[in-house]
């Protein structure tokens, strides 16, 4: 069965840090990988996807096979950085299984 | 377009109590979501839709919770009777078909608060 794990509910960082939000799966097939983002009082958002090898807003992310992850990084953290972000994997039949989510701090 | 509209916003109310979250896709798009969002659990999904024919309803907790599409604009998932443990924010989503990599576009969700 699919599965997408966050294993950090809370991340706190200093503005100017990098900071890597962890995002690992189980799927057995071809995955297909995403991250949400849901800034303070709006709507849950596409940020990337991994097919299209984008950078969003200085974040990226890269997915590795080898070990099912697919973290997301940045290199130097924003104050409007501050959301929940979740990982969410697409599977066949269209459907889409988010992680637990973290909850991205950063502090000035 | 005003994108996923979902309503009430915010619901209090008793347990036992029926329940009824409604949502508006965004016009054109044949995929619905209802998913489910706790601090434990993060978001879960708890069916959807294609085509207004229900696809998965695996992540349906009980028979307490239903959801129906009865037409391309329009859905509703209802608690009957709503619990405590029921309270949670309920989001609606829509997408287009594109293969597997159409982006899911969600409500403002629904705050629901069983006492």
């Known amino acids: 069965a699919q599965r997408v794990t966050q294993p950090e509910k809370l991340l706190s960082v200093f503005k100017g840090a990098p900071v890597e939000l962890k995002c690992n799966y189980s799927?057995?097939?071809?995955?297909?990988l995403f991250w949400y983002v849901q800034y303070s009082r709006q709507r849950l958002q596409l940020l990337l996807r991994h097919i299209s090898r984008e950078s969003i807003k200085g974040f990226t992310a890269d997915l590795n096979k080898g070990e099912t992850s697919f973290h997301l990084k940045k290199p130097f953290a924003q104050e409007e950085d501050s959301a929940m972000y979740y990982c969410a994997l697409i599977t066949s039949g269209s459907r889409l299984t988010f992680g637990e989510g973290t909850q991205l701090t950063v502090n000035p | 377009d005003a994108g996923v509209i979902q309503s009430p916003r915010h619901e209090v109310t008793e347990m036992g109590q029926e329940v009824t979250l409604r949502c508006k896709p965004i016009s054109g798009h044949d995929y619905l979501f209802w998913y489910r969002q706790t601090m434990m659990r993060g978001l879960e999904l708890l069916i959807y839709f294609n085509n207004n024919v229900p696809i998965d309803d695996s992540g349906m907790p009980e028979d307490r919770f239903s959801a129906k599409m009865p037409n391309a604009s329009f859905s509703t998932l209802k608690i009957q009777p709503s619990e405590p443990r029921d309270s949670a924010v309920y989001f609606c989503a829509s997408r287009v078909h594109r293969g597997r990599t159409g982006e899911l576009f969600f409500g403002e969700g629904s705050r629901l608060t069983v006492l």
């Open positions: 799927y057995s097939g071809s995955p297909e």
